[in-house]
């Protein structure tokens, strides 16, 4: 309730129906970006680093001498901001903060769905 009054529809709206699309599983294919797969990765190796730094519970400015970048890089970086980083880059990365890496290759599935890049 707001100013004793109830939340009512207006006079006159219509409702209308919302129409939803199921997304593909990669939001940035679902947005045209150029290279999907690349950037689904990147992403989720961000968000690694980023919970990483958190639990550690390291400041930006630790995490920025850890990784040897200056803090505002690291700020931008945990916000999702990975223009400029390669995959190999953000890997170094996570083994500054003590992860292993491994890279599998696998043939690829009959299923165009299932052909990916996964970070695990």
Do not use: C, H, W
Not at 17 to 45: H, I, M, T, Y
């Amino acid at each position: 309730m707001r100013n004793g009054r109830r939340n009512r529809k207006r006079k006159g709206t219509i409702e209308r129906p919302v129409r939803v699309e199921q997304g593909s599983g990669n939001v940035f294919a679902d947005l045209g970006f150029s290279n999907p797969e690349l950037a689904l990765a990147k992403a989720e190796l961000v968000q690694r680093i980023r919970q990483l730094i958190e639990e550690r519970k390291l400041t930006q400015t630790k995490a920025a001498k850890l990784l040897g970048l200056d803090q505002p890089k690291v700020s931008a970086l945990v916000r999702g901001r990975v223009e400029g980083y390669s995959i190999d880059r953000l890997f170094r990365f996570l083994t500054a903060l003590g992860q292993r890496v491994e890279i599998s290759v696998r043939p690829n599935a009959d299923n165009a769905e299932a052909r990916a890049v996964v970070v695990a």
